[in-house]
């Protein structure tokens, strides 16, 4: 129940921010901002501290570990792969191009008669 009750407050607060950028209308954007930026960093401090936060925090963690371990292709292999999808694509706008003209002639020249 407690979790619930600091869930509901974090989201209070997200709200609070979003409320105080609309009423900060006559003020710089960049107090509106950061009343905005306060709502929502306190309303993730509050929801860290339920169980649900401390999982998506834990979860957060481990995503970036496995981010780190990930082997990113170098510039050569980038530059290959994009034209090998350049190609590839353009070879299908060709050939879909070229089926379309010939669906086009086969319909409106040979059965229909339209194009005369």
Not at 7 to 10: D, G, K, R, S
């Given at each position: 129940?407690?979790?619930?009750?600091k869930?509901?407050?974090?989201l209070?607060?997200?709200?609070?921010?979003?409320?105080?950028?609309?009423?900060?209308?006559?003020?710089?954007?960049?107090?509106?901002?950061?009343?905005?930026?306060?709502?929502?960093?306190?309303?993730?401090?509050?929801?860290?501290?339920?169980?649900?936060?401390?999982?998506?925090?834990?979860?957060?963690?481990?995503?970036?570990?496995?981010?780190?371990?990930?082997?990113?292709?170098?510039?050569?292999?980038?530059?290959?792969?994009?034209?090998?999808?350049?190609?590839?694509?353009?070879?299908?706008?060709?050939?879909?191009?070229?089926?379309?003209?010939?669906?086009?002639?086969?319909?409106?020249?040979?059965?229909?008669?339209w194009?005369?």
């Open positions: 129940m407690a979790d619930k009750i869930f509901v407050l974090a209070m607060l997200i709200a609070a921010g979003v409320v105080g950028f609309y009423l900060l209308a006559e003020q710089p954007m960049i107090l509106r901002v950061l009343a905005v930026l306060a709502g929502v960093g306190a309303g993730a401090g509050v929801a860290a501290f339920t169980e649900l936060g401390r999982q998506f925090f834990v979860f957060g963690r481990e995503s970036v570990i496995e981010a780190k371990k990930v082997v990113w292709p170098t510039r050569k292999e980038t530059m290959q792969m994009t034209g090998a999808v350049f190609a590839f694509v353009l070879v299908m706008a060709v050939i879909l191009w070229l089926t379309d003209k010939g669906l086009e002639w086969v319909l409106y020249d040979l059965v229909l008669g194009k005369q």
